[in-house]
């Protein structure tokens, strides 16, 4: 039902920004939700932020730094990511699900996944 293909990882400094696009077919954010990820090495993965339904949310690890925002024209979901730091070096993953947004930021809530990106904050 979707297919999703997340882009825009990368290398950077501590401090710098990053933009990763999630295109989503298949998705409506009037009636799905779509949410990031992220896994480190060795740890769970986690939520980072989601979209739909005119609900969005981000997670409070991140909240004063990221943003997530919605691209009609080409159905592709964003999330912007400033002041990066060593610890948000993780492969970022968009995930769907085909009904509105429940508490957005649990993985269970998604079915649908991308492959993912890395991300690599050097200090």
């Known amino acids: 039902q979707f297919h999703l293909s997340e882009s825009g990882g990368g290398s950077v400094q501590a401090g710098g920004s990053l933009k990763l696009s999630c295109a989503a077919s298949?998705?409506?954010?009037?009636?799905?939700?779509l949410g990031w990820f992220r896994q480190a090495p060795g740890k769970e993965r986690e939520a980072v932020a989601y979209?739909?339904?005119?609900?969005?949310g981000v997670a409070a690890s991140v909240m004063d730094r990221f943003t997530i925002s919605q691209e009609r024209a080409n159905n592709t979901v964003m999330l912007q990511m400033n002041s990066l730091k060593p610890e948000d070096t993780a492969v970022y993953y968009c995930a769907a699900r085909a009904a509105y947004c429940y508490l957005g930021l649990s993985r269970d809530e998604y079915s649908y996944w991308g492959q993912g990106t890395q991300v690599t904050v050097s200090s």
């Open positions: 298949g998705y409506d954010s009037q009636r799905h939700c």
């Open positions: 979209y739909g339904g005119g609900r969005t």
